[in-house]
């Protein structure tokens, strides 16, 4: 199987613009997490969307959102960008269970590396 | 919320030595752990997992003990290559919530 793909890999972008994130998620996973890796904070977990729905939040402000397609790809977007929003951007998928005892695991993509100037 | 914690932020070993990297969780409802691997310019990349249920899984070259006690884990890497340079993640969770709550991650630095 293909692994999980986010584009795009590298983008730059000004104070103030948006930015909207694509992930396409392993096949046949449904469930999709965005986190946001930084040299200072480390990997933070932004949110995580399965079957449409997003399931779990994060401590982000509102300017970071999140949607996803019924073919379970998904998309963020940064609304207002700031300079600390620079940040690499992954995404991970894991197949997406409504019920079950124990979490499951998550594979990540590549990321996107998101530099505010 | 969770609060994990690595015990060494960087780890210096020589190629062929063992390494052990410690991880520190403070929820003691955690009861299921994931290993993960960063390499430069990649996604972290899954190493091992274990359940609340096990103390101990080993893997190839890898193990992983678990001591629910002192909610505490390491992660064990035999004869260490200098293909395992890299940050290494733990990632506790707690039932089937995916939210995933990361340490600051322990580099592991191999010489030759």
């Known amino acids: 199987k293909a692994g999980v793909t986010q584009t795009p890999r590298y983008l730059i972008k000004t104070r103030g613009q948006q930015v909207t994130l694509s992930c396409s998620p392993i096949?046949?996973?449904?469930?999709v997490s965005w986190y946001q890796q930084t040299p200072g904070q480390g990997l933070q977990f932004l949110f995580e969307?399965?079957?449409?729905?997003?399931?779990n939040k994060g401590n982000f402000p509102g300017r970071f959102s999140g949607r996803q397609f019924s073919n379970s790809r998904s998309e963020m977007n940064v609304s207002t960008l700031e300079l600390g929003d620079s940040a690499l951007y992954l995404c991970?998928?894991?197949?997406?269970?409504?019920?079950?005892?124990?979490?499951?695991?998550?594979?990540f993509g590549p990321g996107t590396r998101l530099l505010v100037l | 919320g969770e609060s994990v914690g690595l015990h060494l932020p960087t780890l210096s070993v020589q190629e062929g030595d063992n390494s052990i990297i410690n991880c520190a969780y403070s929820?003691?409802?955690?009861?299921?752990f994931i290993w993960y691997k960063q390499e430069s310019g990649k996604g972290p990349q899954f190493i091992i997992d274990?359940?609340?249920?096990?103390d101990k899984r080993q893997g190839q070259r890898v193990t992983v003990l678990l001591n629910k006690t002192v909610k505490h884990l390491s992660l064990q890497i035999a004869a260490t290559q200098p293909g395992d340079s890299a940050v290494y993640f733990c990632?506790?969770?707690?039932?089937?919530?995916?939210?995933?709550?990361f340490g600051a991650g322990t580099r592991l630095t191999v010489k030759p």
């Open positions: 991970a998928s894991s197949p997406g269970t409504t019920s079950g005892t124990y979490g499951e695991t998550q594979y």
């Open positions: 096949s046949g996973h449904r469930s």
């Open positions: 929820n003691s409802a955690s009861d299921y």
């Open positions: 969307y399965f079957s449409e729905t997003q399931r």
């Open positions: 274990i359940r609340s249920n096990m």
């Open positions: 990632a506790p969770l707690c039932g089937n919530n995916n939210d995933m709550r």
